[in-house]
């Protein structure tokens, strides 16, 4: 199947993009002290369904007995990504929380992650933070017709590092679109001019996860939630994007 979008696909996906951005938006605004991910998650679900749209992690998952069971995902600080909300989970001042969301629109499918501080937080996060979402943007600056994905993984991996964090490599960036997940891979790590070459027309989700100490992450017992191995936080951005010839074009523009 061709990863090429049709020009009627590309007009659903910026539409569906734009929808999703306003609604993770709303559902980064209810984040505060004493409100539960549990809540966070439905407000995310209301939002998708009212606007016509289906959240698309809900029930994802190739493994029977363990798909998604949630629309949003809630990774609170030493969270990586893939963290299930709950009514039980309490956001508490001083934390961070990744907030992971992803919609079917009109047929076809978009996904946007930010990480937001709960309350007032240290400067020490806030840099994380900062560090974490310019790296999307040094990634993005690499996107154009001809492009390797290891163009947009060295970009990502060096801006990281030279701020003294790392990269977390046993997950990556994705195509997106047609399905939740689709080729290519788009790790956020690499070597300039390797990998897969990047086509005008493709939609592919940049998602830099960014660890406060080393690199290595661990999956819990739900089988969804991916902690980092030493307990230091991490953070997470992410945005759909168009290829085109000349660069790239957010589809998940705030």
């Known amino acids: 199947m061709s990863l090429i979008k049709t020009p009627a696909e590309i007009k659903k996906m910026k539409a569906g993009g734009k929808l999703l951005a306003q609604v993770l938006q709303q559902v980064a605004g209810a984040v505060q002290p004493g409100v539960t991910t549990g809540q966070l998650n439905e407000l995310a679900d209301k939002l998708l369904r009212e606007h016509g749209a289906k959240p ?9 007995g363990n798909t998604y069971p949630a629309t949003l995902c809630t990774s609170v600080d030493s969270a990586v990504v893939h963290a299930i909300p709950s009514p039980n989970t309490t956001l508490i001042e001083g ?9 079917w629109y009109q047929g076809l499918c978009n996904d946007m992650a930010v990480t937001v501080p709960v309350g007032r937080i240290s400067s020490e996060v806030k840099k994380l933070i900062k560090v974490t979402k310019n790296a999307l943007g040094e990634g993005l600056k690499q996107v154009r017709a ?34 939740v997940h689709e080729e290519p891979s788009v790790p956020n790590f690499g070597r300039s001019g390797t990998g897969a070459k990047l ?25 969804w939630t991916v902690v980092t191995a030493d307990k230091h936080l991490s953070a997470h951005f992410e945005h759909t994007v168009l290829v085109t010839k000349q660069g790239y074009e957010i589809l998940t523009h705030l």
């Open 95 to 103: 934390q961070i929380v990744g907030l992971d969301l992803g919609c």
């Open 56 to 64: 698309s992690f809900l029930g994802y998952g190739h493994e029977p």
């Open 199 to 223: 086509e005008a027309g493709m939609t592919i989700a940049i998602e830099p996860m960014v660890n406060m100490g080393a690199a290595a992450v661990e999956t819990l017992n739900d089988g």
């Open 146 to 179: 001809g492009a390797r994905v290891g163009d947009v993984g060295n970009a990502i991996q060096s801006y990281v590092e030279a701020n003294g964090y790392s990269v977390v490599r046993q997950l990556t960036g994705h195509g997106v679109g047609r399905a």
